[in-house]
């Protein structure tokens, strides 16, 4: 039910994005409709050029993804454990958080010029801190009695991480995950478009400096096909990871 009605607002767009320029409430010079965009993808998709930006684009998201993921989870779990660190680290983090990436451009380009490391480090740098707050918030919430009862029965530190800590944390960590590859993406087509690293992004800004007006679109949807493809993975992924939940399993009635 809920997949009909999804496809159904597409479709519905869609078609209102077909009929807007045909109607002639917007010039089609600045808003193909529809039909023109997904013929113009058709011809795009059968160009070497195309599959090179794409795999440029996915190769900058996943790894700044991964390493965004990998950071923000040991460092969370690090600083979360300890109240000590937690205490010193949290008015930094605070105060770095909510620094723009785009902000960073700058100093990017002049480390790194107009290269996909330049990119690298906005995808980062934004992504790391939706994994690193959901973790601390799930190291802070692992319920006190549990936590004396490990305590009391001299159960290690990596121990009570692995079977206390981590268990509570997972779920905002996945919740994390989820919001980072977002983010990632976000900010590799930005990066792209704002620096002209290679990918999609400076695909897009080129048809744009070329009026290849068709051709823009049909690269914006590939993109946003790009956001709901790592949108439904991430969702598959946190459902399998925590089925053991009760937010995600579901009760079988009696």
Same mark, same amino acid.
């Given at each position: 039910?809920?997949?009909?009605?999804?496809?159904?607002?597409? @479709?519905?767009?869609?078609?209102?994005? !077909?009929?807007?320029?045909?109607?002639?409430?917007?010039?089609?010079?600045?808003?193909?409709?529809? $039909?023109?965009?997904? $013929?113009?993808?058709?011809? #795009?998709?059968? !160009?070497?050029?195309?599959?090179?930006?794409?795999?440029?684009?996915?190769?900058?998201?996943?790894?700044?993804?991964?390493?965004?993921? @990998?950071?923000? #989870?040991?460092?969370?779990?690090? =600083?979360?454990?300890?109240?000590?660190?937690?205490?010193?680290?949290?008015?930094? +983090? !605070?105060?770095? &958080?909510?620094?723009? $990436?785009?902000?960073?451009?700058?100093?990017?380009?002049?480390?790194?010029?107009?290269? =996909?490391?330049?990119?690298?480090?906005?995808? @980062?740098?934004? $992504?790391?801190?939706?994994?690193? @707050?959901? %973790? *601390?918030?799930?190291?802070?919430?692992?319920? /006190?009695?549990?936590?004396?009862?490990?305590?009391?029965?001299?159960?290690?530190?990596?121990?009570? #991480? &692995?079977?206390?800590?981590? /268990?509570?944390?997972? /779920?905002?960590?996945?919740?994390? #995950? &989820?919001?980072?590859?977002?983010?990632?993406?976000?900010?590799? +087509?930005?990066?792209?478009?704002? +620096?002209?690293?290679?990918? *999609?992004?400076? !695909?897009?800004?080129?048809?744009?400096?070329?009026?290849?007006?068709?051709?823009?679109?049909?690269?914006?949807?590939?993109?946003?096909?790009?956001?709901?493809?790592?949108?439904?993975?991430?969702?598959?992924?946190?459902?399998? %990871?925590?089925?053991?939940?009760?937010?995600?399993?579901?009760?079988?009635?009696?």
């Amino acid at each position: 039910m809920t997949l009909g009605l999804g496809l159904a607002g597409l @479709v519905g767009f869609a078609v209102l994005l !077909e009929l807007v320029p045909r109607l002639g409430l917007v010039s089609d010079q600045f808003l193909p409709p529809t $039909s023109r965009i997904l $013929s113009t993808l058709a011809d #795009v998709v059968g !160009e070497d050029r195309f599959w090179v930006a794409l795999l440029d684009t996915l190769r900058t998201w996943a790894l700044g993804l991964a390493i965004a993921v @990998v950071a923000g #989870v040991a460092l969370g779990v690090m =600083i979360g454990a300890v109240p000590v660190l937690r205490a010193a680290t949290a008015s930094t +983090i !605070e105060f770095l &958080r909510p620094i723009p $990436s785009v902000a960073l451009i700058p100093l990017a380009v002049l480390l790194y010029g107009s290269t =996909i490391t330049s990119t690298l480090i906005l995808v @980062v740098y934004a $992504s790391f801190w939706q994994v690193l @707050v959901q %973790v *601390l918030h799930g190291v802070a919430d692992v319920d /006190p009695v549990a936590r004396d009862t490990a305590r009391s029965y001299r159960l290690g530190q990596w121990a009570t #991480v &692995r079977y206390l800590v981590w /268990p509570t944390a997972l /779920p905002y960590a996945a919740t994390g #995950v &989820r919001l980072a590859a977002s983010v990632a993406l976000i900010l590799t +087509i930005t990066g792209e478009l704002v +620096i002209g690293s290679p990918g *999609l992004g400076k !695909e897009i800004a080129v048809a744009q400096e070329s009026v290849a007006v068709p051709r823009m679109y049909a690269l914006v949807l590939v993109t946003g096909l790009i956001g709901v493809a790592a949108n439904l993975i991430t969702r598959t992924a946190e459902r399998r %990871v925590l089925a053991w939940h009760p937010s995600v399993r579901q009760e079988v009635p009696a």
